[in-house]
């Protein structure tokens, strides 16, 4: 009750209607064609009376909660805590809050997510999947919108948005070999992941029929990882790599900081190269050459496919085309090869 008499008294401040007050605090505002000005006066003035809308009720009776599930395998991992933020920002753009969760690359804690999203009835869901097969996310996908992001399934009837993983790693490896250099150590992540393995495929084809000696080592996407293999590999006091490729930013930190413990430098004793974007890495020393992945472009095309669906079931019509799209990255060259 107490929600809806601040309702009249912003509609007795404002000189507006009930019937606007609650559109504009709904989201509907641009659906009723309400004005830029009644938007704004009803806003602040919900501001200053520190309206508080009842979301369970509102929920029951829209039959909409205006939240979104995110799924992401590790928010301390910096590519995860950016993508992340991204979508979070376009999510809220579009007047919507998010439902965060971190399956911390377990298959277990991805179900418990994906139940506590069901429960809380959220509108729609983007998912950073770690489970080795679609079956689970493609039955809840019949019941509640779902779009993948940076990770999919080989088959599947899910829409996704991802890196072209493959393309950026080999691009990576060639682009290692023009500089001349013989002997290269690949450290991956994790072993099941579809980026990690479109990485190491992209590398090893990449490496097919070079006169190139070359080494895979490690399981995860972690700095413990890049370090322990780095100091493994060059344990014996000698060079046995000349360079090193890091399948992402975080096991790329762990190679530095092992590098810096042996008293060898990156881009000048070891060749540097990283799969991630992040704008850290221009601030290492020396600034490391990267495979950059269109994070923006990636998070806008995802928000944007799932708003299609949403809006389309809300219809009741068919979901729109099947959208599975890999995004080609780039390469960022610096100084560390």
Known sequence: MEGKSNIFTIASKTGYSVSTVSRVLTGQAEKFRISKKAIDLISETARQVN????????????KQSRTIGLLVPGIDNPFFATLSGSIINLLAARGYH?????????EREEEQALQMFKGRKVDGIIAVPVATRADNLEQIGRDIPVVLIDRHFKKTTLPY???????????????????????????????????????LRGFTEAMEGKPIQYAIAGDAF??????DQVIKAFCNGGRPYDAIFAFSATILL??????????????????????DNNGF????????????????????L???TLFEIIKARRDGL?????????????????SSC
């Not at 001349?180 to 450290?187: M, N, P, Q, R, T």
């Not at 972690?222 to 370090?227: A, D, F, Y």
């Not at 762990?254 to 799969?275: C, H, M, N, P, Q």
């Not at 020393?285 to 472009?297: G, H, S």
């Open 254 to 275: 762990g190679t530095i900081d092992a590098l810096r413990e042996l008293d060898l430098k990156a881009g000048k004793d070891v060749g540097v190269i990283s799969f």
């Open 51 to 62: 309206y508080q809308p009842d979301l369970v009720a509102q929920t029951l009776r829209t």
């Open 98 to 106: 998010t439902l965060l969760a971190d399956s911390r690359e377990s």
């Open 302 to 304: 995802a928000v944007a």
């Open 318 to 334: 068919r979901d729109p085309d099947l959208i599975q799209k890999l995004i080609p990255p780039t390469l960022t060259v610096r």
């Open 281 to 300: 890495l221009d601030f290492l020393d020396p600034a490391v050459t990267r495979v950059e992945q269109p994070l923006r472009e990636a998070s806008e």
């Open 222 to 227: 972690s700095v413990e990882n890049g370090h």
């Open 161 to 199: 948005v991802c890196t072209d993983n493959y393309a950026g790693a080999r691009m990576a490896t060639e682009f290692l070999l023009k500089r001349g250099y013989k002997s290269i150590l690949a450290i991956q992540g994790v072993t099941t992941s579809m980026p990690n393995q479109e990485r």
